[in-house]
């Protein structure tokens, strides 16, 4: 008989962990899947500066373990490991991982969305030693530098501008010869006098010293050829793709894959499944606001169990 539980939460990061530790203080006792990278992507960020409470900014790892700790202490019980399929048409709801099967009367989805990176070896090296995917999170780090960032649509437009705040200047990489951003922001872009573009280029290497991100290998997407420029900092914004994979065909989501939640709840379109965190927000993405939205789960799942007499 597999393992049943009142609530499973899949997924961990602040979401996840928040909504546990509301949940467990709630005598639910969570039963939580932390996936392939427990703590999600805060694990591999550096130094985190704008999360409330934490004057001095902490470290990404360390703010997880923080409220992982705080959930467990409450009665969160954790399992390694990632969720590979679930069953939600009919209650209980049915998981699995690694072939064991779990099934509970709710369940909070935090599955998180995972930053689209170039997959170069050199990128990855340098990743929180200047090579970045969030503007907002690590943008305040490079201040009085040169700084570059891939993309091509708005979201990049908005990297590019946030980012001007603190560099000298910000080259604009795009392997195209026009942006693909709305035209407002192509304007705001173009009338930035810290902004330059670097047209038709790609991203071939990026260089350091091992310690640090020194400059970029850039290569030509019309003639081939390769060129070295100096910057501290790289910005990746090409996108976010929503962990949901699992979930298609069974939750209703947009046309890139975000689930859809009821708002101003966290309700999905299955009734006794939740959203929270960036599996559901393609807007804000932050640790503050997946926190927030975990917290929200967590009370619109008790709520919704305790409709149903399951206390």
């Given at each position: 008989?597999?393992?049943?539980?009142?609530?499973?939460?899949?997924?961990?990061?602040?979401?996840g962990?928040?909504?546990?530790?509301?949940a467990?203080?709630?005598?639910?006792?969570?039963?939580?899947?932390?996936?392939?990278?427990?703590?999600?992507?805060?694990?591999?960020?550096?130094?985190?500066?704008?999360?409330?409470?934490?004057?001095?900014?902490?470290?990404?790892?360390?703010?997880?373990?923080?409220?992982?700790?705080?959930?467990e202490?409450?009665?969160?019980?954790?399992?390694?490991?990632?969720v590979?399929?679930?069953?939600l048409?009919?209650r209980?709801?049915?998981?699995?991982?690694?072939?064991?099967?779990?099934?509970?009367d709710?369940?909070?989805?935090?599955?998180?969305?995972?930053?689209?990176?170039?997959?170069?070896?050199s990128?990855?090296a340098?990743?929180?030693?200047g090579?970045?995917?969030?503007?907002?999170?690590?943008?305040?780090?490079?201040?009085?530098?040169?700084?570059a960032?891939?993309g091509?649509?708005?979201?990049?437009?908005?990297?590019?501008?946030?980012?001007?705040?603190y560099?000298t200047k910000?080259?604009?990489?795009?392997?195209?010869?026009e942006?693909?951003?709305?035209?407002?922001?192509?304007?705001?872009?173009?009338k930035?006098?810290?902004?330059?573009f670097?047209?038709?280029?790609?991203?071939?290497?990026v260089?350091?010293d091992?310690?640090?991100?020194?400059?970029?290998?850039?290569?030509?997407?019309?003639?081939?050829?390769?060129?070295?420029?100096?910057?501290?900092?790289?910005?990746?914004?090409?996108?976010?793709?929503?962990?949901?994979?699992i979930?298609?065909?069974?939750?209703?989501?947009?046309?890139?894959?975000?689930?859809?939640?009821?708002?101003?709840?966290?309700?999905?379109?299955?009734e006794?499944?939740?959203?929270?965190?960036?599996?559901?927000?393609?807007?804000?993405?932050?640790?503050?606001t997946?926190?927030?939205?975990?917290?929200?789960?967590?009370?619109?799942?008790?709520r919704?169990?305790?409709?149903?007499?399951?206390?």
């Amino acid at each position: 008989m597999p393992q049943h539980e009142k609530l499973a939460i899949i997924g961990s990061g602040p979401a996840g962990y928040t909504a546990a530790l509301y949940a467990a203080r709630a005598n639910l006792s969570p039963l939580l899947f932390e996936g392939m990278q427990p703590g999600g992507q805060l694990t591999i960020t550096t130094e985190v500066e704008n999360y409330p409470g934490f004057v001095e900014g902490v470290m990404g790892p360390e703010l997880m373990e923080r409220m992982k700790g705080q959930a467990e202490r409450f009665g969160t019980r954790f399992i390694p490991g990632e969720v590979t399929r679930v069953d939600l048409s009919g209650r209980p709801f049915r998981l699995w991982s690694e072939d064991v099967e779990t099934t509970a009367d709710a369940v909070i989805v935090a599955t998180g969305a995972s930053a689209k990176w170039l997959g170069l070896p050199s990128e990855k090296a340098y990743q929180g030693k200047g090579v970045s995917a969030c503007a907002t999170c690590d943008g305040f780090f490079f201040r009085g530098v040169e700084v570059a960032v891939v993309g091509g649509g708005d979201t990049a437009v908005e990297e590019a501008t946030f980012l001007t705040k603190y560099a000298t200047k910000v080259f604009f990489i795009h392997r195209r010869g026009e942006l693909r951003a709305s035209k407002v922001m192509r304007e705001r872009a173009r009338k930035n006098p810290k902004i330059e573009f670097v047209w038709n280029a790609v991203v071939g290497e990026v260089l350091g010293d091992g310690k640090a991100m020194t400059g970029l290998r850039l290569k030509s997407t019309q003639d081939g050829r390769t060129w070295e420029m100096k910057a501290q900092g790289l910005f990746l914004a090409i996108g976010h793709e929503p962990n949901t994979g699992i979930f298609k065909g069974q939750l209703d989501m947009n046309e890139v894959g975000y689930l859809n939640v009821q708002a101003p709840t966290t309700r999905t379109s299955r009734e006794g499944v939740f959203a929270s965190g960036d599996v559901a927000d393609p807007t804000y993405r932050q640790a503050v606001t997946a926190a927030g939205s975990g917290c929200a789960a967590a009370i619109d799942a008790e709520r919704w169990l305790g409709d149903q007499g399951i206390h």
